[in-house]
C-alpha cells in the first residue's frame, strides 16, 4: 500500500503480455485461414476476369447466377434440390433421432450401450465408403436390393433408385439420413438423460406413465435440444457436398437431379470436364450459400430461439 | 395395473425396434467387408453369402497393399489428422484460458468473434483459402490440411474449453501464484491437467471431421503425394472399379483406422455429450 500515487497512475494501461500471448495464435489462424479468406470470397463475388486482368464489376456476377438461364437454371435446381435435402433430413433423421433416443433412455433397457454404438456407427464412417456402399446394395447390377425384396415377395417395388431422376435425391437423402441419425439421437439421449428423475416421478405420481409421460413431459424439455439439431441439420445440409460426389461425382447425376448448392459451387469454381473453372462465379455461389446460410441460423436465433420455453430445472 | 401386465411386451417390443434398426445401420458396412474377403465370381453370384473354402480369397488386399500407395496415404491422414489436433487443443485452450481467466477490455467481443465459427462453415470460404494458399506456396502441401482444419477446429474448441476452464478453482491457481509461479506455468501445469477430460472431447469432435474429409484435400493437396486416405480411396475406385476385390478391400481397410479411433474414444464422446458439452 505504500505504492507511490504516479505508480498506480502507471499500472493501469501497462498490457498485460501474458493474455496477448495465449490470445494470439488462436486469434491469428482463425483470422488469417478462416474469417480473412471468408471475406475475401464476398469481396471477389464482385470482380471478373477479363484478358487475364480482374476488373471490378459489381453485382453482376450475381446477375447472371439468378438471371441469366446458363447459370440461374442450375443454381435454382440445386437451391431447389437443397431444399428438398433437408427437408427429408428434418422430417425423417430428426423424428427418427428423437424416437432412437426415447428407446435408449429406458431405464431399464439392457444392451443400451450395444445399439448405441451400432446405430452411431455410420456417423463415422468416410462418405466414399457410405456412397459406394450404398451404390453397391440399389445396384440393378450387382442386385443386393432386387434379390432381398424378391426373398420377401416385394420385388415389384425395385427400381434402380440412384439411376432415376425422380427417385435419385431422395434415395440420396435417405442414404445421408441413415449416415447421420446418429447424431441427433445421441444429443437427445444426453438431453433426455439430464432430465431430474423428480420430474418424471412427479408425473407418474399424477398418472401421467409411458407414452403420455414422453409426449407431456419429457419432450417439452428437450425442446431447446431439438432447436439446436434442427439448425445444425440446416448448416450441414446447406453445405453438405461429399456424399453426393462420391456416389453421383462432380455432375450429380442423373441429369443434375441431385445437384446441391455444394457440388454446384464445386463445378462452377474448379470446372468439370468441358465446363471450364470459375473463381469469381465460384465466390459468387459461395457468397449466395452463405447468404443462405446466414438467414438461417438468424432466423433461429430470433425466430424460434427465443419463443423456445426454457425450463428451469 | 396395465402397465406392469404389460411390461414384457412393451420391452420385447422395444428390443425388437432397437435390433432392426440396428441391422440396418449395419447392414451396408457387413456386405462391403463380407465381400472383400470373397473371389470375384462369388461377389457376384452370391453376394450375401459367406466366404466358404471355395469362395475365399485375399487377392483384393494383396493388390491394394502392393499397388494402391495406401500406406504413403494412411501416412498423410495420420500427420494432418494429428497435428491439426494438437494444434487445436493448444492454441484452443490458451485462448480459452485468457478469456476464462483474466478480464480485459474486449473479453466479450473476443470470445463472440471466435464463436462465429461455429455457425459458419469454413467451406464457404473455400475461394479465397485457396486464392491464399496459392499466394504463400502452400498447395499440395499438408500444411494446407493442417492449417484450414486447425482454424476450422478452434471455435468450437474455444466455446467448450473455455467453460470448463471457469470451473477449476480460483484457489488452486491463486495458491501458485503466491507461490511465485507465472501465468505460463499456471496454465501449463496447474490448469491442463485438470481440463483433460474436456480436452479428449474436442479431441474426438474434431478429429472424424478431419480424418473423412473430402473437400479440401480434393481442393488444396490432390497430389499424388499429399492425397489423405479418404481422397485415396475416392480415386481408387475410379481407377479399379473393374478390380471389385481391390476396391471392396480398400474400403474395408479404409473403414479399420477410424474405427479403432471410435472404440478407443467412444467412452469420452459419450460422456462429453452427457455431461453437456455441446448443448
Known sequence: MDNPPDSTAQHKPRIRWHIVLFLAPAVLIYTAVMIYPLFNTLRLALYDQVDQQRVFVGLQNFRELFGDPLWSDQFWNALGNNFWFFAIHMLIQNPLGIALAALLSHPRLRFAALYRSAIFLPTILSFVIVGFAWKLILSPIWGIAPGMLEAVGLKWLYQPWLGKEEYALSALSLISVWQWVGIPMMLIYAALLSIPDEVIEAGEIDGVTGMAAFWKIKLPLIMPSIGIISILTFVANFNAFDLIYAAQGALAGPDFSTDILGTFLYRTFFGFQLQLGDPHMGAAVASAMFAIILIGVCLYLFGIQRRIRRYQL | ?279
Open chain 2, 1 to 279: 395395473m396395465t402397465t406392469i401386465r404389460n411390461k414384457p411386451l412393451s420391452t420385447a417390443a422395444m428390443h425388437g425396434a432397437l435390433i432392426f434398426y440396428t441391422l440396418i445401420a449395419l447392414f451396408p458396412i457387413f456386405v462391403i467387408v463380407l465381400n472383400s474377403f470373397k473371389t470375384r465370381r462369388a461377389i457376384f453370384s452370391e453376394p450375401l453369402s459367406l466366404p466358404t473354402a471355395d469362395s475365399f480369397s485375399a487377392v483384393g488386399y494383396q493388390t491394394v497393399t502392393q499397388q494402391g500407395d495406401f500406406l504413403l496415404y494412411f501416412q498423410n491422414s495420420m500427420i494432418v489428422t494429428v497435428s491439426s489436433l494438437f494444434l487445436i487443443l493448444l492454441f484452443g485452450a490458451m485462448a480459452s484460458f485468457a478469456l476464462s481467466e483474466y478480464r480485459f477490455r474486449g473479453n466479450m467481443l473476443m470470445g463472440l468473434y471466435l464463436a462465429l465459427g461455429i455457425m459458419i462453415p469454413i467451406r464457404i470460404g473455400t475461394v479465397g483459402i485457396l486464392e491464399m494458399m496459392v499466394a504463400t506456396g502452400l498447395v499440395n502441401t499438408l500444411w494446407a490440411l493442417i492449417l484450414v482444419y486447425t482454424a476450422q477446429g478452434l471455435p468450437l474448441a474455444v466455446f467448450i474449453l473455455t467453460e470448463f476452464m471457469r470451473q477449476v478453482s480460483d484457489d488452486l491457481k491463486n495458491a501458485g501464484r503466491i507461490d511465485g509461479l507465472s501465468e505460463y506455468t499456471i496454465f501449463f501445469r496447474l490448469v491442463l491437467p485438470l481440463v483433460r477430460p474436456a480436452m479428449a472431447t474436442v479431441a474426438v469432435f474434431n478429429m472424424i471431421p478431419i480424418w473423412n474429409d473430402l473437400w479440401f484435400p480434393l481442393i488444396l493437396a490432390p497430389s499424388e503425394a499429399t492425397k489423405t486416405l479418404t481422397l485415396g480411396s475416392q480415386v481408387f475406385i475410379g481407377q479399379f472399379l473393374t478390380d471389385w476385390n481391390a476396391v471392396l478391400s480398400a474400403l474395408s481397410l479404409a473403414i479399420l483406422p477410424v474405427l479403432v479411433l471410435y472404440v478407443i474414444f467412444s467412452r469420452q464422446l459419450i460422456r462429453g455429450i452427457t455431461s453437456g458439452a455441446v448443448k
